[in-house]
């Protein structure tokens, strides 16, 4: 099994920055590929980044190309995503979830934090 805490929401000017970060528990954590969604107010979750096991491999939604990186440190069970020219649509509740899978629903999910972008 993996627990996942999300922490580093709050709240930042549009063209700011945020980094967010995902502690893990769990003996699968170095062996799975883990991801980020968001779901913002009235809309349906949506993928945003995920990153293999090594950490080589990562995946990007369109939307956030070029602005956010996700990474991972599996010494410390942890997985960062930095975002960068923060944009008022940008505003949700972020998720950390795995196993990641394109196109499969994670079977575990964080608590989730809340990203508020002002314009």
């Known amino acids: 099994q993996v627990q996942l805490v999300e922490s580093g929401g709050g709240l930042v000017q549009a063209g700011g920055s945020l980094r967010l970060s995902c502690a893990a528990s769990?003996?699968?954590?170095?062996?799975?590929?883990m991801g980020w969604f968001r779901q913002a107010p009235g809309k349906e979750r949506d993928f945003v980044a995920a990153?293999?096991?090594?950490?080589?491999?990562?995946y990007y939604a369109d939307s956030v190309k070029g602005r956010f990186t996700i990474s991972r440190d599996n010494a410390k069970n942890t997985v960062y995503l930095q975002m960068n020219s923060l944009k008022p649509e940008d505003t949700a509740v972020y998720y950390c979830?795995?196993?990641?899978?394109?196109?499969?629903?994670?079977?575990?999910w964080g608590q989730g934090t809340q990203v508020t972008v002002s314009s």
């Open positions: 990153i293999s096991w090594s950490g080589i491999n990562t």
């Open positions: 769990g003996r699968t954590f170095s062996s799975s590929r």
């Open positions: 979830a795995a196993p990641w899978v394109a196109g499969m629903t994670p079977r575990y």
